[in-house]
Protein backbone atom coordinates (compact mmCIF):
# COMPACT_ATOMS: atom_id res chain seq x y z
CA UNK A 1 0.00 0.00 0.00
CA UNK A 2 1.08 3.51 -0.90
CA UNK A 3 -0.29 6.40 1.04
CA UNK A 4 -0.15 10.23 0.17
CA UNK A 5 1.79 12.86 2.37
CA UNK A 6 0.29 15.78 1.37
CA UNK A 7 4.52 16.95 1.75
CA UNK A 8 6.36 14.14 0.47
CA UNK A 9 3.86 12.58 -2.13
CA UNK A 10 3.01 9.32 -2.72
CA UNK A 11 4.65 7.40 -0.35
CA UNK A 12 5.24 3.08 0.99
CA UNK A 13 3.28 2.10 3.92
CA UNK A 14 6.64 1.48 5.92
CA UNK A 15 7.04 5.40 6.55
CA UNK A 16 3.75 5.82 8.22
CA UNK A 17 2.20 4.86 11.71
CA UNK A 18 -1.74 4.36 12.33
CA UNK A 19 -3.89 5.88 14.46
CA UNK A 20 -7.23 5.37 13.98
CA UNK A 21 -10.62 6.32 12.49
CA UNK A 22 -10.24 10.13 11.28
CA UNK A 23 -13.58 10.68 13.89
CA UNK A 24 -11.36 11.81 16.46
CA UNK A 25 -10.54 15.17 14.79
CA UNK A 26 -14.59 15.88 15.10
CA UNK A 27 -13.77 16.33 19.65
CA UNK A 28 -17.65 17.41 20.98
CA UNK A 29 -17.75 20.17 23.05
CA UNK A 30 -16.72 20.03 26.80
CA UNK A 31 -20.68 20.94 27.93
CA UNK A 32 -22.41 17.81 25.69
CA UNK A 33 -23.31 14.63 28.26
CA UNK A 34 -21.47 11.58 28.98
CA UNK A 35 -23.20 9.50 26.30
CA UNK A 36 -21.76 11.75 24.04
CA UNK A 37 -18.09 11.53 25.14
CA UNK A 38 -18.50 7.55 25.44
CA UNK A 39 -19.35 7.70 21.51
CA UNK A 40 -16.87 9.61 20.89
CA UNK A 41 -14.30 7.90 22.54
CA UNK A 42 -15.36 4.19 22.04
CA UNK A 43 -18.07 3.90 18.90
CA UNK A 44 -16.37 3.20 15.68
CA UNK A 45 -17.63 2.69 12.41
CA UNK A 46 -16.21 -0.73 10.74
CA UNK A 47 -16.92 0.23 6.97
CA UNK A 48 -16.68 -2.17 4.11
CA UNK A 49 -15.68 0.46 1.62
CA UNK A 50 -14.76 4.52 1.80
CA UNK A 51 -13.29 4.97 4.70
CA UNK A 52 -10.96 8.11 6.54
CA UNK A 53 -8.50 7.50 9.25
CA UNK A 54 -4.95 9.43 10.46
CA UNK A 55 -1.89 8.25 10.09
CA UNK A 56 1.42 9.65 10.63
CA UNK A 57 4.42 9.58 8.78
CA UNK A 58 6.84 8.72 10.64
CA UNK A 59 10.12 10.71 8.96
CA UNK A 60 8.15 14.34 8.53
CA UNK A 61 6.23 14.47 11.32
CA UNK A 62 2.96 15.52 9.91
CA UNK A 63 -0.32 13.78 10.93
CA UNK A 64 -1.88 13.14 7.92
CA UNK A 65 -6.20 11.90 6.93
CA UNK A 66 -6.22 9.43 4.51
CA UNK A 67 -9.21 8.55 2.41
CA UNK A 68 -9.44 5.09 1.24
CA UNK A 69 -11.40 1.97 0.67
CA UNK A 70 -11.30 -1.05 2.37
CA UNK A 71 -12.87 -2.92 -0.25
CA UNK A 72 -10.95 -2.25 -3.03
CA UNK A 73 -7.84 -0.88 -1.84
CA UNK A 74 -7.54 2.21 -3.15
CA UNK A 75 -5.99 5.19 -1.98
CA UNK A 76 -7.87 8.46 -2.74
CA UNK A 77 -5.92 11.19 -0.87
CA UNK A 78 -3.65 12.06 1.76
CA UNK A 79 -4.83 15.56 3.65
CA UNK A 80 -3.24 17.48 6.28
CA UNK A 81 -5.08 16.53 9.89
CA UNK A 82 -4.24 20.26 11.11
CA UNK A 83 -6.25 21.36 7.24
CA UNK A 84 -9.05 19.22 8.26
CA UNK A 85 -9.73 20.23 12.04
CA UNK A 86 -10.45 23.51 10.50
CA UNK B 1 39.91 17.57 34.50
CA UNK B 2 39.72 14.51 32.89
CA UNK B 3 40.78 14.90 29.05
CA UNK B 4 38.33 14.70 27.14
CA UNK B 5 39.11 14.16 23.53
CA UNK B 6 36.16 15.25 21.07
CA UNK B 7 34.95 12.89 18.35
CA UNK B 8 33.42 13.52 15.14
CA UNK B 9 30.20 10.61 14.58
CA UNK B 10 31.73 8.19 12.20
CA UNK B 11 35.40 8.55 13.42
CA UNK B 12 37.13 5.07 13.00
CA UNK B 13 34.43 4.25 10.72
CA UNK B 14 34.74 6.34 7.34
CA UNK B 15 36.07 6.88 5.11
CA UNK B 16 35.44 3.79 3.09
CA UNK B 17 35.78 3.03 -1.20
CA UNK B 18 33.35 -0.59 -2.00
CA UNK B 19 33.17 -0.72 -5.67
CA UNK B 20 32.21 2.00 -6.93
CA UNK B 21 30.99 3.95 -4.03
CA UNK B 22 32.81 6.05 -2.04
CA UNK B 23 31.67 6.50 1.60
CA UNK B 24 32.74 9.69 3.70
CA UNK B 25 31.97 11.38 7.17
CA UNK B 26 30.24 14.90 6.46
CA UNK B 27 31.50 16.70 10.06
CA UNK B 28 28.34 18.73 11.10
CA UNK B 29 29.94 20.92 13.92
CA UNK B 30 26.68 22.92 14.80
CA UNK B 31 22.84 22.91 13.42
CA UNK B 32 20.17 24.39 14.87
CA UNK B 33 16.69 23.29 13.94
CA UNK B 34 14.48 26.14 12.92
CA UNK B 35 10.29 26.05 12.88
CA UNK B 36 8.76 28.92 12.29
CA UNK B 37 5.28 29.80 14.17
CA UNK B 38 2.45 30.12 12.52
CA UNK B 39 2.10 32.77 9.44
CA UNK B 40 5.76 33.71 10.08
CA UNK B 41 7.67 31.41 7.43
CA UNK B 42 8.46 34.70 4.88
CA UNK B 43 9.65 36.77 8.06
CA UNK B 44 12.14 33.73 8.96
CA UNK B 45 12.94 33.34 5.23
CA UNK B 46 13.93 37.15 4.82
CA UNK B 47 15.86 37.17 8.26
CA UNK B 48 17.60 33.98 6.78
CA UNK B 49 18.77 35.82 3.22
CA UNK B 50 19.71 38.56 4.95
CA UNK B 51 22.06 36.85 7.59
CA UNK B 52 23.40 33.92 5.78
CA UNK B 53 22.09 34.78 1.91
CA UNK B 54 19.58 31.15 1.98
CA UNK B 55 15.98 30.93 2.24
CA UNK B 56 13.73 28.72 4.67
CA UNK B 57 13.06 25.81 2.05
CA UNK B 58 10.06 24.81 0.57
CA UNK B 59 9.42 21.14 1.79
CA UNK B 60 11.30 18.73 0.24
CA UNK B 61 14.15 21.19 -1.01
CA UNK B 62 17.17 22.63 0.32
CA UNK B 63 18.80 26.10 0.28
CA UNK B 64 22.55 26.69 0.05
CA UNK B 65 25.36 29.52 -0.08
CA UNK B 66 28.60 28.58 0.20
CA UNK B 67 28.81 26.91 4.11
CA UNK B 68 25.85 27.90 4.79
CA UNK B 69 22.60 25.62 4.09
CA UNK B 70 19.07 25.03 5.05
CA UNK B 71 17.66 21.40 4.91
CA UNK B 72 13.91 20.61 4.83
CA UNK B 73 13.33 18.73 7.60
CA UNK B 74 9.71 17.93 8.15
CA UNK B 75 6.51 19.68 8.61
CA UNK B 76 7.64 22.85 9.49
CA UNK B 77 10.92 22.90 10.20
CA UNK B 78 14.31 23.27 8.58
CA UNK B 79 17.86 22.27 9.45
CA UNK B 80 20.05 25.26 9.87
CA UNK B 81 24.07 24.32 9.29
CA UNK B 82 27.00 26.06 8.26
CA UNK B 83 25.75 29.48 9.47
CA UNK B 84 25.25 32.23 12.45
CA UNK B 85 21.59 32.65 13.23
CA UNK B 86 20.22 35.76 13.12
CA UNK B 87 17.74 36.31 16.04
CA UNK B 88 14.29 34.89 15.61
CA UNK B 89 13.17 35.31 18.79
CA UNK B 90 9.04 35.94 18.22
CA UNK B 91 9.48 34.50 14.82
CA UNK B 92 10.54 30.71 15.29
CA UNK B 93 11.46 27.60 17.51
CA UNK B 94 14.97 27.65 17.45
CA UNK B 95 16.03 24.53 18.75
CA UNK B 96 19.88 23.89 19.03
CA UNK B 97 20.80 20.69 17.71
CA UNK B 98 24.86 20.83 18.47
CA UNK B 99 26.93 18.05 16.52
CA UNK B 100 23.91 15.62 17.61
CA UNK B 101 23.83 14.50 13.85
CA UNK B 102 25.60 12.40 11.94
CA UNK B 103 25.88 12.54 7.94
CA UNK B 104 27.49 10.51 5.67
CA UNK B 105 28.20 11.38 1.98
CA UNK B 106 27.78 8.44 -0.80
CA UNK B 107 29.26 9.06 -4.28
CA UNK B 108 30.30 7.39 -7.10
CA UNK B 109 28.82 5.40 -9.95
CA UNK B 110 26.96 2.96 -7.66
CA UNK B 111 25.60 5.72 -4.86
CA UNK B 112 22.04 5.42 -6.30
CA UNK B 113 22.24 1.78 -6.97
CA UNK B 114 23.26 1.09 -3.31
CA UNK B 115 20.79 3.86 -1.98
CA UNK B 116 18.01 1.58 -3.76
CA UNK B 117 18.52 -1.29 -1.47
CA UNK B 118 17.89 0.87 1.75
CA UNK B 119 15.83 3.94 0.78
CA UNK B 120 12.10 3.11 -0.78
CA UNK B 121 12.04 5.89 -2.69
CA UNK B 122 12.90 6.68 -6.57
CA UNK B 123 16.23 8.77 -6.49
CA UNK B 124 17.07 8.76 -9.62
CA UNK B 125 18.28 11.93 -11.18
CA UNK B 126 15.14 12.29 -13.45
CA UNK B 127 12.77 12.83 -10.31
CA UNK B 128 15.22 13.43 -7.41
CA UNK B 129 17.41 16.50 -8.52
CA UNK B 130 20.43 18.17 -7.13
CA UNK B 131 19.57 20.78 -4.48
CA UNK B 132 16.26 18.06 -3.69
CA UNK B 133 16.05 16.06 -0.11
CA UNK B 134 13.97 13.76 1.12
CA UNK B 135 12.40 12.65 4.48
CA UNK B 136 12.58 8.53 4.53
CA UNK B 137 13.91 5.76 5.57
CA UNK B 138 16.95 4.21 5.29
CA UNK B 139 16.42 0.24 6.10
CA UNK B 140 14.13 0.76 9.06
CA UNK B 141 15.84 4.11 10.55
CA UNK B 142 14.52 7.86 9.82
CA UNK B 143 17.13 9.96 7.56
CA UNK B 144 17.46 12.55 5.78
CA UNK B 145 18.33 11.94 2.33
CA UNK B 146 19.94 15.04 0.00
CA UNK B 147 21.36 14.90 -3.44
CA UNK B 148 24.13 17.14 -3.88
CA UNK B 149 25.24 16.49 -7.30
CA UNK B 150 25.06 14.13 -9.99
CA UNK B 151 26.46 11.04 -8.42
CA UNK B 152 26.67 11.95 -4.70
CA UNK B 153 24.28 11.81 -1.84
CA UNK B 154 24.24 13.01 1.77
CA UNK B 155 22.75 11.24 4.37
CA UNK B 156 21.66 12.48 7.70
CA UNK B 157 21.12 10.47 10.71
CA UNK B 158 20.60 11.04 14.93
CA UNK B 159 24.81 11.05 15.79
CA UNK B 160 23.27 7.68 18.12
CA UNK B 161 22.75 5.54 15.02
CA UNK B 162 25.91 6.85 13.06
CA UNK B 163 27.20 2.94 13.22
CA UNK B 164 23.96 1.58 12.05
CA UNK B 165 24.36 3.97 9.29
CA UNK B 166 27.82 3.22 8.32
CA UNK B 167 26.59 -0.62 8.65
CA UNK B 168 23.46 -0.81 6.49
CA UNK B 169 25.13 1.76 3.28
CA UNK B 170 28.60 -0.79 3.75
CA UNK B 171 26.48 -3.71 3.63
CA UNK B 172 24.47 -2.30 0.71
CA UNK B 173 27.82 -1.35 -0.86
CA UNK B 174 29.15 -4.68 -0.74
CA UNK B 175 25.59 -6.38 -2.35
CA UNK B 176 26.01 -3.88 -5.11
CA UNK B 177 29.49 -3.94 -5.69
CA UNK B 178 29.25 -8.40 -5.92
CA UNK B 179 26.74 -8.12 -8.58
CA UNK B 180 29.77 -6.82 -10.31
Known amino acids: ?86 | MANLVARTPCEGLLPVTIGSVTLSEVVIERMAAVAPFKGKEGAVSAALKEACDIVFPAPNRTSSKGDARAVWAGQGRANVIGCDLPDLSGLAAVTDQGDGVAAVKIEGDGAEAVLARLVPLDLRAATFKRGHTARSLVNHMAASITRLGPKSFEVMVMRSMAQTLVHELTEAAEGVAARG
Open chain 1, 1 to 86: MRLICPHCGERDRREFTYQGAAEILDRPSREVGNDDWADYLHLRENPAGETKDMWYHDPCGAWIVVHRDTVTHAVHSGELASEVRK
